[in-house]
């Protein structure tokens, strides 16, 4: 199994982004999947997640700012990213629980989001 992201890169403060991570391999059913960032010298942080059946979280510092969503179909998931600031720099991961031959827990390679005049 490999989750591929991209959309990553420069943006100026206030500008917008858009992330998409697509699963692949023998993946039989995707229960959870999420975008996690790290920053210099911090831990990685859950961004936001999204739930089969649509259900999703964010965290307090990205609500209504940024929206993630899900194509079931190309097992696909994206992140919407608005009204950037300086602090959302950081190393951006996508995250999947997944069924292969067991469920499990499967991560990105990461995509570097700057924000910066």
């Known amino acids: 199994v490999q989750l591929q992201a991209s959309g990553g890169g420069l943006v100026q403060p206030g500008g917008s982004l858009r992330l998409s991570c697509a699963a692949s391999?023998?993946?039989?059913?995707?229960?959870?999947m999420a975008w996690y960032r790290q920053a210099p010298g911090k831990q990685r942080e859950l961004v936001a997640r999204?739930?089969?059946?649509?259900?999703?979280n964010y965290a307090d510092s990205v609500k209504g700012r940024f929206t993630i969503s899900r194509d079931n179909a190309k097992n696909t998931v994206y992140l919407q990213m608005n009204s950037l600031k300086p602090e959302d720099t950081a190393v951006y991961y996508c995250?999947?629980?997944?069924?292969?031959?067991?469920?499990?827990?499967?991560w990105g390679q990461g995509t570097q989001v700057t924000v910066s005049s």
């Open positions: 999204i739930i089969s059946g649509g259900i999703t």
């Open positions: 995250y999947a629980h997944l069924l292969t031959a067991v469920w499990g827990d499967h």
């Open positions: 391999g023998r993946i039989f059913s995707i229960n959870v």
